[in-house]
């Protein structure tokens, strides 16, 4: 039997290389998220007008604080509705909510749009599903995680 590299050589030719994609960080997160967000925010991340958000900057700025880390938690444990605003475009919609889904493949989740899709800086540190656990159970919807999400930005004229 001829090996890959003895047979190219034979041939005159370079070996080949053999390449595949690098898996993404976060595999369990990837899948989740095709799974569950990508019928809506879109298979990138980048949203789908008129219907939902992008999610490639703001997830990945509520990761650095410990408000924004818990405003993650709520979105996915109870989801949002009602108006907001995302890098200037208006979205009016219902996000439903994933308490379904247990909180070390929420948090996989949450880590793969944090670091995959937004590209967080090495100093963000990934979310445990600990940070998950402490946000169940509480008596929220999606309104109420709208509000706490209005409190996070910046105020116009701030």
């Known amino acids: 039997m001829i090996r890959q590299g003895a047979l190219a050589a034979l041939l005159g ?31 990138a991340g980048a949203g789908v007008p008129s219907l939902a958000p992008p999610l490639l900057t703001y ?9 924004g880390r818990r405003q993650l938690a709520m979105t996915v444990l109870y989801g949002l509705f009602g108006e907001i605003t995302v890098e200037g475009a208006r979205y009016d919609f219902k996000m439903p909510e994933f308490s379904r889904i247990d909180d070390a493949t929420l948090a996989a989740t ?9 590209h967080a800086p090495d100093a ?9 656990a402490a946000v169940r159970g509480q008596n929220l ?6 509000e706490h999400r209005k409190a996070l930005l910046p105020q116009p004229g701030s």
């Open 13 to 43: 030719l370079a070996p080949l290389a053999w390449s595949e994609e690098p898996a993404p960080p976060y595999p369990q997160g990837a899948e989740s998220f095709q799974a569950n967000c990508a019928v809506c925010h879109g298979p």
């Open 59 to 67: 997830p990945a700025h509520y990761a650095a604080s410990a408000e």
């Open 110 to 118: 949450l880590n793969f749009v944090i670091f995959a899709l937004g």
């Open 141 to 146: 919807d999606g309104a109420a995680v709208r």
């Open 124 to 132: 963000v540190k990934p979310l445990g599903a600990e940070e998950i």
